[in-house]
């Protein structure tokens, strides 16, 4: 005895109802599909009934679902998950933008340091380059270097070995610092994108150092732009162009000599070796500039000793045509 099934569905609504009817059927069984009655009403919407029956070996009748709800269902799950990813993807890229870019130690920084020990204040006059990993602070009465730790997008902690200037050339500003074994560990902070804020606290000193970005440094710095003749109260120097220089100090027979690479837009490699001088009679490397002002720097390190020389340039003659007479 075979049984044959007639399924409804039903979407008349947000749900589905099915009714299956099961009736006794004498016919022979099928022995492939066999469509018995399809019904759809062309004058129904999408959400009206529609009437499927199918023959099998069985003798049974499969249920078929409305193919039309099943893929508009399907379209508008995928528009939706569409949207939801769209929308994240929109948040994460503004939280990204939100994120505050921490700040790179770099450049020229120039200002002053306000520094006491005891009852006695001093203003120096301050220098702070910082360079790759490296950081150097140059005052009018000692060289501090060292490295630097950034903590977050405003503050660092400078650690320091001091070099106190040793038979220093105050005329000329040619300065040697020798390290004296006292560290600092010094709290930088930057106020703004120009302004520098430092802070520092021993047993034996505390100060505070304010400088601000030296924004006018020489940034497309060449052998052309050093290229010719520096000097100082008593001292001499000439660049040739392809960077080799050579100079002395007429009071005292200091004599120095090296070359200058370009190492960076505004940072040159310098070689140096000095001869007949009170102090740093060697040959080492360091870094070469030239801040807002013109002034060329010279920093080398030879430890335990460090070298800062500073020039100014000499202004290239103005020649003046005579002008000629005319009747």
């Not at 039309?68 to 399907?74: A, G, V």
């Not at 000095?274 to 102090?279: D, F, I, K």
Request: proline content about 2%.
């Amino acid at each position: 005895m075979a049984y044959h099934w007639h399924a409804i569905i039903s979407n008349e609504s947000a749900s589905t109802a099915f009714s299956i009817v099961a009736q006794k059927s004498t016919g022979e069984v099928a022995k492939e599909f066999h469509v018995l009655h399809s019904h759809f009403s062309p004058q129904h919407s999408q959400g009206d009934a529609m009437l499927m029956s199918i023959g099998m070996n069985s003798g049974k009748v499969m249920q078929l679902a409305n193919w039309r709800y099943l893929f508009f269902k399907c379209l508008r799950w995928t528009f939706l998950t569409l949207a939801l990813c769209l929308m994240l993807m929109g948040c994460s890229s503004s939280s990204s933008d939100d994120e505050e870019a921490v700040v790179t130690l770099s450049g020229l920084w120039v200002g002053e340091t306000i520094e006491n020990i005891g009852a006695v204040s001093t203003t120096l006059e301050s220098y702070i380059l910082f360079f790759n990993e490296l950081v150097y602070i140059l005052r009018s009465d000692e060289a501090q270097v060292g490295s630097y730790e950034i903590e977050d997008a405003s503050h660092s902690n400078l650690t320091l070995d001091v070099h106190p200037y040793a038979g220093s050339d105050d005329i000329n500003q040619f300065y040697v610092g020798s390290f004296n074994n006292l560290n600092l560990t010094l709290d930088a902070l930057f106020a703004s994108s120009n302004d520098l804020v430092v802070n520092y606290n021993s047993i034996t000193r505390a100060g505070r150092m304010t400088l601000e970005l030296d924004v006018d440094q020489q940034l497309d710095l060449g052998l052309d732009r050093v290229t010719g003749e520096w000097d100082t109260t008593d001292a001499t120097m000439n660049v040739a162009s392809d960077g080799g220089f050579s100079g002395w100090n007429a009071a005292t027979s200091c004599q120095w000599e090296g070359t200058l690479i370009p190492l960076t837009s505004n940072i040159l490699t310098l070689e140096i070796e000095r001869e007949n001088c009170t102090l740093f009679n060697t040959l080492t490397q360091g870094l070469a500039l030239i801040d807002g002002e013109g002034i060329l720097h010279f920093i080398a390190n030879a430890p335990p000793d460090v070298l800062w020389m500073r020039f100014d340039p000499v202004a290239a003659a103005v020649v003046t045509e005579p002008v000629e007479a005319t009747e």
